[in-house]
């Protein structure tokens, strides 16, 4: 019983030392789901594949702002790849559908 409470309080100890850490990367995360609702809030094309277009960048440009804060507050070497992989993905999906919008005069 008493290896169960010393395991407790080491990860009790470990949680709140990085506490300061995760409640930085909760107020960045939630500011960049804001910036990315208003973003896709006002997207909006003189057609509905134009408006598709403008939504789904904003919505990349927001899954890329969630992914560099993972780089930068995570510490999982595996989450950090995934998010590297998010950047590098939305940025190729952002590059083609601007392609498109300049193709289709959007």
């Known amino acids: 019983?008493?290896?169960?409470?010393?395991?407790?309080?080491?990860?009790?100890?470990?949680?709140?030392?990085?506490?300061?850490?995760h409640m930085m990367?909760?107020?960045a995360f939630m500011a960049s789901m804001q910036s990315m609702h208003r973003s896709m809030t006002a997207a909006k094309g003189g057609t509905v594949d134009?408006?598709?277009a403008k939504k789904m960048i904003a919505h990349h440009e927001g899954a890329?702002?969630?992914?560099r804060i993972e780089l930068e507050h995570g510490a999982d070497a595996q989450a950090k790849q995934l998010a590297q992989k998010t950047i590098d993905e939305n940025t190729r999906g952002i590059a083609a559908l601007r392609d498109w919008l300049r193709a289709h005069g959007g």
Do not use: N, Y
């Open 64 to 67: 890329i702002a969630m992914a």
């Open 50 to 52: 134009a408006t598709f």
């Open 25 to 27: 990367a909760d107020e």
């Open 1 to 21: 019983m008493a290896q169960g409470k010393m395991e407790q309080d080491k990860m009790g100890h470990a949680a709140k030392g990085a506490g300061g850490h």
